[in-house]
Each structure stands twice: as C-alpha cells, then as structure tokens.
Nanobody
Framework: QVQLVESGGGLVQAGESLRLSCAAS????????MGWFRQAPGKEREFVAA????????YYVDSVKGRFTISRDNAKNTVFLQMASLKPEDTAVYYC???????????????????WGQGTQVTVSS
C-alpha cells in the first residue's frame, strides 16, 4: 500500500514557476515508477510526466517538454514536478501516481498506475 500526498499548488501568473511535491508513505517507494497527471475543468485527465524507479529515465507529454521537469528523491520518498514558463492552459488539478515497476508506466494510461494522490490545484492567470 502506498499513500500519496501532493503539495505546492497555487495561483501564479503566466510565465512564472511552481514546484509540486508528492510525498509517499511506505518503504517501497523506490520500487514504483511515478507519474504526474492533470485534469482541467471539463476535460479528461491527461498524462504529464513519468519517471523510472531510479530516476534515470523521464518522459513528458509534448505540451510540457522543455518547461516541466520531473525528478525524485528516493531517500525522502518524494517525487517533484518543477514547472516553469507556466501558461494559462496549464491550469488544472495535478495528481501524482505510482505504477508498479512491471507496468507500462510510460504509456500515459491511467490504468498503468496503481495508487493516486488527492490532487493539488494549479491556477495560471494571464
């Protein structure tokens, strides 16, 4: 069992930066691949970024490449999403999720992820 708690969301202006954190419970954090998803009002939840167990491999949706960086600290059971050059279209509830090592976690599909956080709101004003 893994419990995930996101933090770091807020209201920022376009062009600014924000860093999201996701703290995981349990001693098995390093065995999970991690991902960030987001859901804007009236839209389906979409994949944003993913990272391998060691942190050596990262994947991004095209719309955030070059602006967002996913990273993890396995010693602190935490995964991060550094967001720069934010745009109003980045406004959404952001969720972190944990996927078993054997899953197709880079597919961006929800069903590859086993555990989910409650989400944190990010609002970008123009």
């Amino acid at each position: 069992q893994v419990q995930l708690v996101e933090s770091g969301g807020g209201l920022v202006q376009a062009g600014e930066s924000l860093r999201l954190s996701c703290a995981a419970s349990g001693r098995t954090f390093s065995t999970y691949c991690m991902g960030w998803f987001r859901q804007a009002p009236g839209k389906e939840r979409e994949f944003v970024a993913a990272i391998s167990r060691s942190g050596g491999l990262t994947y991004y949706v095209d719309s955030v490449k070059g602006r967002f960086t996913i990273s993890r600290d396995n010693a602190k059971n935490t995964v991060f999403l550094q967001m720069a050059s934010l745009k109003p279209e980045d406004t959404a509830v952001y969720y972190c999720a944990a996927a078993p090592w054997y899953s197709d976690y880079t597919s961006g599909e929800d069903n590859a992820y086993e555990y989910w956080g409650q989400g944190t709101q990010v609002t970008v004003s123009s």
